[in-house]
C-alpha cells in the first residue's frame, strides 16, 4: 500500500511538473509574440518597403496608383520602375498611400549614411530630362505634360496646350513618367 501511495504521489509530481513546464513555455510563448508585436509597431512604411525585393502595388489618394519594384527611397516618397513598360516610373508620394500590395514581411531599417534624394531633387531630374509626365492629384484629378520645373514645395508642367500648369507637391499622389 504504502509503494502504491508512493508511486501515485510520483505520479502527480510528473505530472505537476509537465504542466508547470507548459505553463512555462505558453508564457515564454506569449512574451516572443508580444515582444514581435511591440517591435513590428516601430517598423514604418518605408521601412517595409526598402526590404521588399519583388514588384508592388501602391494606391493613392485620388485613385492614383503606382506598380513597378523599389527603384529608390527617399523621406516621404517612394520610385517605382515598372518592368512591365521599360523606362516607366512612378514616384509615390508616402502620405498619398492608401493601401499597398505585394510587400514582404521583411523589414530593413534605414542605414546608409549615404544621403538620399530628395522628392524635389528626383522631379529636377524629370525636369532636365523634359519627361512626359502623368501626375495623379490627391483630389484625383491628373495633369499630363511635359515637366517643365521644380521648386521647393511645387511643380510647373506644360499641357499639351501649352498651358503652365503648377501643382503643389502637397496635392501631388502619385507622378508618372
Do not use: K, N
Not at 126 to 149: K, P, Y
Amino acid at each position: 500500500m504504502v509503494g502504491e501511495f508512493e508511486e501515485r504521489v510520483r505520479a502527480l509530481e510528473a505530472e505537476l511538473h509537465d504542466l508547470a513546464s507548459a505553463d512555462a513555455d505558453l508564457e515564454r510563448d506569449a512574451e516572443v509574440a508580444e515582444r514581435t508585436r511591440i517591435e513590428r509597431s516601430g517598423v514604418a512604411l518605408e521601412d517595409r518597403l526598402r526590404g521588399t525585393a519583388a514588384p508592388v502595388e501602391l494606391r493613392a489618394l485620388g485613385g492614383g496608383r503606382g506598380r513597378g519594384v523599389v527603384a529608390e527611397l527617399g523621406e516621404g516618397w517612394v520610385l517605382l520602375s515598372d518592368p512591365a513598360t521599360a523606362g516607366s516610373e512612378h514616384l509615390v508620394r508616402l502620405m498619398a498611400v492608401v493601401a499597398a500590395r505585394g510587400l514582404g514581411r521583411p523589414a530593413v531599417p534605414r542605414s546608409s549614411p549615404i544621403p538620399e534624394r530628395s522628392l524635389r531633387s528626383v522631379l529636377r531630374s524629370w525636369c532636365r530630362d523634359r519627361a512626359q509626365v502623368r501626375l495623379s492629384l490627391v483630389d484625383g484629378s491628373t495633369v499630363v505634360g511635359r515637366a517643365d520645373a521644380a521648386y521647393a514645395d511645387h511643380l510647373d508642367v506644360v499641357d499639351a496646350a501649352a498651358v503652365l500648369v503648377t501643382v503643389p507637391f502637397a496635392a501631388l499622389a502619385v507622378a508618372t513618367r
